[in-house]
């Protein structure tokens, strides 16, 4: 290893424990990566203030509890964070400087975490491939071609854990934008249950819908990070009052555990070398005392997914973004009415595809349309997770891949419209119809390009959803995976 920065959070901590590295050698260093990065992965970079944090981190004793002291960090650009530019990669928001910080935020602060950037995202956070933001396309670090998805909307947050600029990036996912980056990047990506770590600060996409994640490098410093960022926020009125178990108290047994796995999703999938990784993957559950069934799901309700995901999130957003209008936010051009000013802004302001988003969600809003397009999608919802709820009556958790390949290309993005294609790419949007807490982690490669497996358990779930990614991870050998340590492995050999 090159440096202590490419280590897990955990292990870094040690290094800071023990004296052989401190918070602004890491920060340095940080910088530097994410100086030299060629990705397109960042909105700003935060040298100044990082650098003066970092020093006056190194001169405190380092708090043996506390995982995220001197540790850097990025994070998406669409949480609010005072006195640095936050545009969710959007021009109506340029210039925008908060006047607070999200909650998420504030707690990585006070931790002693170092935020050294602010990541792209595909424009408010809406898309699924990185390439949609007012700075342009967001690259896989893994393709220096230059030709393959990171994935979306998480984009920037993705490459900057994956090249190893850093151990720990914030992220936001409404239907899978951290999650399939995650599969796409070789990385651990975490979406919390709904209500577990607030939202405050977080510019809202689809609010029912809508998860704080985060992108990490093991699943151990997943729960670390989680164990740090949920708790109870009087900020955010869907915070939950449930009380947090200890999440690091884990022990990766999978003895009894009862898993299933979708047979309509596996059958969507039709490349068959993430299929027989994926098999060996279940394989290895079994031999560690795992119960595997492979179960039937409505075709109806996993080709409805999709539609009714479009539905609900372009209804909310074109709601949330109403106040992206040239006057309460976002550059006002001028106009003779309140109606042209908006125009103006909107039309400079917003993309080809927001517009689209936007128009799609009033359409669905308008009263003569609810019933038929709004109102029905939702009642999809409703039996989609139905569906999911009764399969956890009988089972620990859902697994299947991730993502139907390896990151495609960008330029062919949109060729496989296929309904099975539909259902493998655009099933993880289930975990947020049931704000179910839900994980990727990488189980193999292609060509060189990792792809992941995602594991799905019930509400407040975590420590179980922990446990069985543990042993997945044991099995698979790919923890603390980076494009830079699998190339300097590949090397070596």
Do not use: W
């Given at each position: 290893m090159k440096h202590i920065l490419d280590?897990?959070?955990?292990?870094?901590?040690?290094?800071?424990?023990?004296?052989?590295?401190?918070?602004?050698?890491?920060?340095?260093?940080?910088?530097?990566?994410?100086?030299?990065?060629?990705?397109?992965?960042?909105?700003?970079?935060?040298?100044?203030?990082?650098?003066?944090?970092?020093?006056?981190?190194?001169?405190?004793?380092?708090?043996?509890d506390n995982f995220f002291f001197g540790i850097p960090y990025v994070a998406k650009d669409n949480f609010s964070t005072k006195g640095y530019e936050t545009t969710a990669s959007s021009n109506i928001?340029?210039?925008?400087?908060?006047?607070?910080?999200?909650?998420?935020?504030?707690?990585?602060?006070?931790?002693?975490?170092?935020?050294?950037?602010?990541?792209?995202?595909?424009?408010?956070?809406?898309?699924?491939?990185g390439t949609t933001g007012h700075k342009g396309i967001t690259f896989n670090p893994w393709d220096k071609s230059h030709t393959r998805l990171v994935g979306g909307s998480s984009a920037g947050s993705a490459v900057s854990v994956s090249d190893a600029i850093v151990p720990f990036a914030l992220g936001s996912d409404t239907g899978d934008s951290v999650r399939k980056p995650a599969s796409y990047s070789g990385l651990v990506g975490f979406k919390p249950t709904w209500g577990l770590v607030s939202r405050f600060g977080l510019f809202p996409f689809a609010p029912s819908l809508d998860h704080v994640a985060y992108f990490t490098r093991s699943v151990f410093d997943a729960a670390i990070a989680t164990s740090l960022l949920s708790?109870?926020?009087?900020?955010?009125?869907?915070?939950?009052?449930?009380?947090?178990?200890?999440?690091?108290?884990?022990?990766?047994?999978?003895?009894?555990?009862?898993?299933?796995?979708?047979?309509?999703?596996?059958?969507?999938?039709?490349?068959?070398?993430?299929?027989?990784?994926?098999?060996?993957s279940v394989n290895f559950l079994e031999k560690n005392g795992a119960k595997v069934d492979y179960i039937d799901f409505n075709a109806d309700l996993l080709k409805?997914?999709?539609?009714?995901?479009?539905?609900?999130?372009?209804?909310?957003?074109?709601?949330?973004?109403?106040?992206?209008?040239?006057?309460?936010?976002?550059?006002?051009?001028?106009?003779k009415s309140?109606?042209?000013?908006?125009?103006?802004?909107?039309?400079?302001?917003?993309?080809?595809?927001?517009?689209?988003?936007?128009?799609?969600?009033?359409?669905?809003?308008m009263r003569e349309n609810q019933n038929e397009v709004f109102l029905r999608a939702q009642k999809a919802r409703r039996l989609i997770v139905d569906a999911c709820n009764k399969i956890f009556e009988s089972y620990d958790a859902i697994y299947c891949p991730a993502a139907p390949s390896i990151a495609p290309f960008i330029n062919k993005t949109s060729e496989n419209v296929s309904e099975d294609f539909m259902i493998a790419d655009n099933w993880l949007a289930i975990g947020n119809f049931?704000?179910?807490?839900?994980?990727?982690?990488?189980?193999?490669?292609?060509?060189?390009?990792?792809?992941?497996?995602?594991?799905?358990?019930?509400?407040?779930?975590?420590?179980n959803l922990f446990n069985i990614s543990l042993k997945i991870e044991e099995g698979t050998g790919l923890k603390n995976l980076s494009y830079p340590k699998y190339m300097e492995e590949k090397e070596a050999k």
């Open positions: 280590l897990t959070i955990a292990e870094i901590h040690e290094a800071l424990l023990e004296g052989k590295v401190t918070p602004l050698d890491l920060t340095k260093e940080a910088l530097r990566r994410c100086k030299e990065n060629k990705d397109n992965a960042f909105e700003m970079i935060i040298e100044e203030d990082a650098l003066k944090k970092a020093d006056e981190l190194s001169k405190m004793p380092v708090p043996k928001l340029n210039g925008y400087i908060p006047l607070f910080d999200a909650s998420v935020i504030k707690y990585l602060n006070e931790a002693g975490a170092i935020m050294i950037a602010k990541s792209t995202l595909d424009e408010l956070a809406m898309g699924g491939t708790r109870h926020d009087e900020n955010d009125s869907t915070s939950s009052y449930k009380d947090r178990p200890n999440y690091l108290n884990l022990d990766s047994s999978v003895k009894g555990k009862k898993i299933a796995v979708i047979k309509g999703i596996i059958n969507s999938i039709t490349d068959k070398h993430v299929l027989n990784v994926f098999d060996k409805a997914i999709y539609p009714a995901y479009v539905v609900i999130s372009c209804a909310e957003a074109t709601s949330n973004d109403a106040n992206l209008d040239g006057i309460k936010f976002g550059p006002n051009y001028g106009g309140y109606q042209e000013v908006m125009f103006n802004a909107r039309t400079k302001g917003f993309s080809a595809l927001i517009k689209r988003r936007f128009v799609i969600g009033s359409y669905a809003l049931g704000g179910y807490p839900s994980i990727t982690l990488p189980i193999g490669f292609e060509n060189d390009l990792p792809f992941g497996a995602n594991l799905i358990c019930k509400p407040f779930d975590e420590i």
